[in-house]
């Protein structure tokens, strides 16, 4: 179990490029020689992606119900005039 939370931490490192140029090299050139490390890499990467892209998601969802709030509800008009003046 702790080979596998190193190989997690160490892929970490490379692909948040937290290491010094050796070790990057040192890592590419293992990568390079070993399938299932390029596999799980390769793997890692992907879930750091679905993890940014649902992070950008929410944010988006949380953008918009303040939207909503600001833009439809009654005791916001005055907000919604001023912003309205702005860009006339």
């Known amino acids: 179990m702790r080979t596998s ?10 692909l948040l490029k937290r290491s010094n140029p050796a070790s990057s ?11 299932d490390l390029q596999t799980h890499v390769s793997a890692q990467q992907q879930v ?9 998601k929410q944010v988006k969802a ?3 119900a303040v939207h909503q709030q600001l833009f439809n509800q009654p005791e916001h ?12």
């Open 5 to 14: 939370l190193n190989k997690i931490a160490q892929t970490e490192t490379y």
């Open 48 to 56: 750091y992606t679905l993890v940014q892209q649902y992070g950008r």
């Open 77 to 88: 008009l005055s907000f919604r005039q001023k912003i309205a003046r702005i860009f006339r």
């Open 62 to 64: 949380e953008i918009e």
């Open 25 to 35: 090299l040192l890592f590419e050139a293992k990568m390079l020689l070993d399938q």
